[in-house]
T-cell receptor
C-alpha cells in the first residue's frame, strides 16, 4: 500500500491559486493518484485522477513528476466554497484515505 | 443516474437494538464499500464487496455485519453496538476493484449513527 503524506492544513484567500502536495514515495507501477474533496457531514467527492504528467479538468489540475513520488493538486482562483478537506489516494483498489489537508479559504 | 443512496440519514439506537443501514446504486458498479468516519477524521475503510462477494474486511468487530444481496444493494447490519460506534457511515461504489485503475469512487451522503 502506498502511504500518502499531505500537509494537515492550509489557508488561502479568495481568488488565489492553491497547490496541495501529496507525497507517496512507495507508489507502485500500477497505482493511480486520485484526489477527493469533502465538506462536513457529506461523502467525499471525486475531483481528479491521474497516472503521470499533467491532467486538467474543469475544476482542477493534477501535476505528477516523472518519478511519481509526489503529486500536486492545483485549484485555480479559489472561492469560499472551496473550504473543505482534500484527500490524496494512491492505489488500485483498496481505497484507504490518509489524513487529508484541511483547506480554509478566507475572504 | 450517478447517485449512491443511503438510508436512513439519521439513526439513533440503544446498545441492545438491532438495526440496519442500507445503500443502493444503479450505475452498474461491481464494487461497493462501507466506511466509518468520526468527526474531524478521514473515512476509515470497513468492508469492500467485489462482484457481490466480500473481498476486504478491515478487522471490523462482528457487531457490524455486512451483506450484499445483489449488485445494486449493500446493507450493514448493526447489533449490540457501543457508544464509541457513533459516527457517520459512508457507502461508496466504483466500477472496478482490482486492476490497473479502480476508477472513481461515488459516495453517498452517509448515515449518521448515534448509539446511546
Amino acid at each position: 500500500l502506498a502511504k500518502t503524506t499531505q500537509p494537515i492544513s492550509m489557508d488561502s484567500y479568495e481568488g488565489q491559486e492553491v497547490n496541495i502536495t501529496c507525497s507517496h514515495n512507495n507508489i507502485a507501477t500500477n497505482d493511480y493518484i486520485t484526489w477527493y474533496q469533502q465538506f462536513p457531514s457529506q461523502g467525499p467527492r471525486f475531483i481528479i485522477q491521474g497516472y503521470k504528467t499533467k491532467v486538467t479538468n474543469e475544476v482542477a489540475s493534477l501535476f505528477i513528476p516523472a518519478d511519481r513520488k509526489s503529486s500536486t493538486l492545483s485549484l485555480p482562483r479559489v472561492s469560499l466554497s472551496d473550504t473543505a478537506v482534500y484527500y490524496c489516494l494512491v492505489g488500485e483498489g483498496d481505497m484507504r484515505f490518509g489524513a487529508g489537508t484541511r483547506l480554509t479559504v478566507k475572504p | 443516474d450517478t447517485e449512491v443512496t443511503q438510508t436512513p440519514k439519521h439513526l439513533v439506537m440503544g446498545m441492545t437494538n438491532k438495526k440496519s443501514l442500507k445503500c443502493e446504486q444503479h450505475m452498474g458498479h461491481r464494487a461497493m464499500y462501507w466506511y466509518k468516519q468520526k468527526a474531524k477524521k478521514p473515512p476509515e475503510l470497513m468492508f469492500v464487496y467485489s462482484y457481490e462477494k466480500l473481498s476486504i474486511n478491515e478487522s471490523v468487530p462482528s457487531r457490524f455485519s455486512p451483506e450484499c444481496p445483489n449488485s445494486s444493494l449493500l446493507n450493514l447490519h448493526l447489533h449490540a453496538l457501543q457508544p464509541e460506534d457513533s459516527a457517520l457511515y459512508l457507502c461508496a461504489s466504483s466500477q472496478y476493484v482490482a486492476g490497473a485503475n479502480t476508477g472513481e469512487l461515488f459516495f453517498g451522503e452517509g448515515s449518521r449513527l448515534t448509539v446511546l
